[in-house]
């Protein structure tokens, strides 16, 4: 499954970005195919990171290609987070709270 993961990060200890690349790898070992937000600096701009070109690709990921959006605990708190949530539910993405994937991949 191509799965965007959000979650929050304005404001925490390095941006939330251990969580981030936690979730990821295991997503990643089930199977998954996840754009990680996190890894957005490394992906595209070397380094330098510049929120209104990240956001516009996160939301062009979301509504094109994502088949679901997994949430990371805090997302309600973040603004980013919510409207990343409000973007793929306008397009009809399911949103799934990352502590339902393990049960999804028990079902298969």
């Not at 939301?59 to 919510?82: D, H, K, Q």
């Amino acid at each position: 499954m191509r799965i965007y993961l959000s979650g929050p990060m304005t404001g925490l200890p390095q941006k939330n970005y251990p969580a981030f690349d936690a979730a990821a790898a295991m997503l990643r070992l089930a199977g998954h195919e996840v754009y990680n937000p996190a890894e957005w600096e490394a992906r595209h701009n070397k380094g330098i990171y510049n929120h209104k070109i990240a956001f516009a690709d996160y939301c062009v990921f979301i509504c094109r290609e994502a088949e679901a959006v997994v949430v990371l605990p805090g997302w309600e708190n973040s603004e980013g987070a919510t409207a990343e949530v409000a973007a793929a539910r306008a397009v009809g993405k399911p949103i799934l709270a990352y502590a339902e994937i393990p049960q999804m991949q028990e079902a298969g």
